[in-house]
């Protein structure tokens, strides 16, 4: 029986080592649905441009129904010997109906049929993630507005820079993921393109109508070349790419949480929902599932790495090294999931320490451009210069072992005459985030406006 679908060339059955390179069907078994979403679309395309009859579009119809029920309820007999999930559903369609499931395969190719169901469902992974980033970002909203004011150190080379707020950091993060979910959506813009009547990369000689399988699959149009519609397999690439990038962006976030955990830094805590133990240090809280994420970043960017070696040599139309597409795609995809998932779990769990993060704000001298800025605006310095006296006023207090606001007001009157008691009030972590009132910027009016804006875009 699997020799019969396409074993007329043949008379003998392959190497069971070939059979065994060859066979994808515990891969690409889960490409189910959409394989028999893109038969019945085919189907009854057939029946309307009078290429098979009602009674057979009827027919195969009834069979698949009754295929679907048994792929759902775990019945449905998957078999190596027909190599992937388009064969099985063939192969089990003949079974339950007959001669009529023979005329299915008019004027398809497996290379459009995989093609359009591989679309298909790389389209609805797109969807799934720009809806986990939105979750995501709802739960990275709720945090930055519960603590929209609460100071923190801002770093650059994870040194002190400037005091920011939680809120204006975490914020940061829904502009990022707001990113990756516009690049799900234009992926998705350009893959929604139907390859079904492509057949092997020539198009098909019957009256076949395009235009109505592409709409009745959910696609914009069909794709207007057959060799592009069965070799293509960029969409799976850009998305991959769009995944990579996201999967960056939780990298980076999983690797703050990892920092801020620790018992140097302090900002945040974990729950035991999110953290585990060790097998013999009785005291510890590892936050696993942050360095987790992080490293799914590793599987998402391989596949894509992996994918684009695949690719950039095979000639048109259609070569059998693309059947390792799919198992990348879908493992990039389930990491992705998970990953997004477990991050958004993590965010809404966080516990900050305002207080200990106030503390760490002002280290480092990080209100130290404060200075400089107030030297410019009320002594009319020019910034350079300003740059040069504030540069001394830090080596002045590192040197008595003070802040900033503790530098008594004769010494840096030693170092410019103009100063006067007023720098103080800039010289302190909640001036200077409270000063920054740029669009964009850390003042808590700002955030607050950002996280408004943000509410009404989702």
Not at 12 to 41: C, E, F, Y
Not at 43 to 64: K, P, V, Y
Not at 440 to 455: N, S
Request: charged content about 25%; some cysteine; aromatic content about 6%.
């Amino acid at each position: 029986m699997g020799q019969s679908l396409w074993g007329g060339r043949f008379s003998s059955k392959p190497a069971d080592l070939m059979q065994a390179i060859n066979v994808s069907i515990d891969v690409d078994r889960r490409l189910w649905p959409q394989d028999l979403a893109g038969s019945r679309a085919h189907a009854a395309m057939l029946a309307a441009q009078g290429i098979i009859s009602a009674e057979d579009a009827d027919a195969i119809r009834r069979g698949l129904d009754q295929i679907e029920a048994e792929l759902r309820d775990g019945s449905f007999p998957f078999r190596a010997e027909f190599e992937d999930v388009h064969m099985n559903v063939e192969a089990r369609l003949a079974e339950l109906i007959g001669a009529p499931s023979g005329r299915l395969h008019t004027a398809r190719s497996r290379n459009d049929q995989v093609a359009t169901d591989f679309r298909l469902w790389v389209r609805e992974a797109c969807d799934r993630s720009a809806e986990q980033l939105k979750a995501l970002q709802r739960a990275l909203l709720d945090q930055a507005g519960a603590h929209a004011d609460a100071i923190m150190p801002g770093f650059t080379h994870l040194q002190p820079a400037q005091p920011v707020t939680f809120g204006h950091h975490l914020m940061a993060y829904v502009e990022m993921f707001g990113r990756d979910a516009g690049r799900f959506a234009d992926a998705r813009a350009r893959m929604n393109e139907s390859p079904l009547g492509s057949a092997a990369l020539a198009g098909s000689p019957f009256p076949i109508d395009r235009h109505a399988t592409a709409q009745g699959l959910g696609f914009d149009r069909p794709c207007a070349n057959s060799l592009d519609g069965v070799s293509a397999r960029d969409f799976a690439l850009e998305a991959l790419a769009a995944a990579s990038i996201a999967a960056g962006h939780l990298s980076r976030l999983a690797e703050e949480i990892v920092i801020w955990v620790t018992p140097q830094f302090g900002f945040v805590a974990l729950s035991d929902a999110f953290t585990t133990g060790s097998s013999i240090m009785p005291q510890k809280r590892n936050p696993d599932a942050a360095e987790l994420v992080r490293a799914k970043t590793g599987r998402v960017t391989g596949a894509f790495v992996a994918l684009s070696t695949v690719m950039k040599g095979l000639p048109l139309a259609y070569s059998k090294d693309m059947q390792e597409d799919k198992a990348l795609v879908f493992e990039a995809f389930d990491a992705l999931d998970l990953a997004l998932s477990a991050m958004a779990g993590m965010v809404r769990d966080l516990k900050p320490d305002r207080a200990r993060m106030a503390a760490a704000a002002g280290a480092g001298f990080s209100t130290a451009t404060d200075l400089a800025d107030w030297l410019v605006r009320e002594l009319n310095l020019p910034f350079r210069e300003a740059h040069h006296v504030t540069g001394r006023a830090v080596k002045r207090a590192e040197s008595l072992g003070v802040d900033l606001a503790q530098l008594p007001l004769e010494e840096l009157r030693a170092l410019h005459p103009g100063v006067t008691e007023a720098v103080y009030k800039v010289l302190t972590p909640e001036a200077s985030c409270a000063s920054r009132t740029s669009y964009g910027g850390t003042a808590p009016d700002q955030v607050r406006a950002q996280i408004a804006r943000w509410k009404d875009r989702l």
